[in-house]
């Protein structure tokens, strides 16, 4: 199959793999034009956890990912050279880039049965740590080959609530292979590349605060 025409990138909002077809029209709203057939993508991540990660006793709170308004968009991003980035043209994601790394983590950290307290920090639970992340890619990346790589690479910061120390700071890339050009699998290589990333974001989240949690308090210097 031959992949989708290309267009140039546009600040709008990102992303996806189950396919649905939706027939939009891009001119309704002005009363006509041609109705448009889009495929949106939706991925579905569901991580294993690790049988090292530690049970935990604190409780953690996942503040909303921040990102370019690039690469925050519904529009699939693609980078045929390293200096330009574009848009495949007829797809879409179901949800911005953000949106996707934010559930999948929330999932991930829920289903991994290691902690009992975590939520978005829009619920107003009181917790031990925060976990502050920046989507920086999300794309598909020829990076000089005939196919792209599907990229995401995001920094993540854990941060202590009382006192708004940061405990660990880490950049987070994976990258998984299309072998196609075709945009299915390219959102499907997305999809694995997400599940990775997340794996890989909430074994060192629990690693970490459990280290931390555990190291014994040092008790200020008595003044005379």
């Not at 909002?13 to 034009?33: D, K, Q, T």
């Not at 006793?57 to 308004?69: M, N």
Request: hydrophobic share 45%; glycine share 6%; aromatic share 6%.
């Amino acid at each position: 199959m031959s992949h989708l025409p290309l267009l140039p990138v546009r600040p709008l909002r990102l992303l996806g793999p189950v396919a649905l077809i939706v027939a939009l029209s891009a001119c309704s709203l002005l009363g006509g034009g041609e109705r448009s057939q889009v495929t949106i993508y939706s991925p579905v991540v569901r991580i294993e956890p690790d049988a090292a990660w530690p049970t935990v006793d604190w409780q953690l709170i996942l503040v909303k990912p921040t990102a370019a308004r690039v690469v925050d968009s519904p529009r699939i991003n693609v980078r045929p050279e390293p200096s330009e980035l574009q848009v495949y043209k007829g797809v879409s994601w179901a949800q911005p880039a953000t949106d996707m790394v934010d559930d999948a983590l929330v999932r991930g950290f829920e289903d991994s049965g290691r902690i009992s307290g975590v939520a978005r920090a829009t619920t107003g639970i009181r917790a031990d740590y925060k976990l502050a992340l920046d989507v920086r890619r999300f794309e598909a990346d020829y990076n000089g080959q005939a196919t792209p790589n599907a990229l995401i690479e995001l920094n993540a910061k854990l941060i202590h609530v009382v006192d708004q120390r940061v405990v660990a700071d880490r950049t987070f890339r994976q990258e998984q292979p299309v072998g196609s050009t075709n945009t299915a699998q390219v959102a499907q290589a997305m999809e694995q590349a997400l599940k990775a990333v997340s794996r890989d974001v909430v074994g060192w989240t629990l690693v970490t605060g459990q280290a931390d949690y555990q190291k014994p308090l040092v008790a200020p210097p008595l003044r005379r």
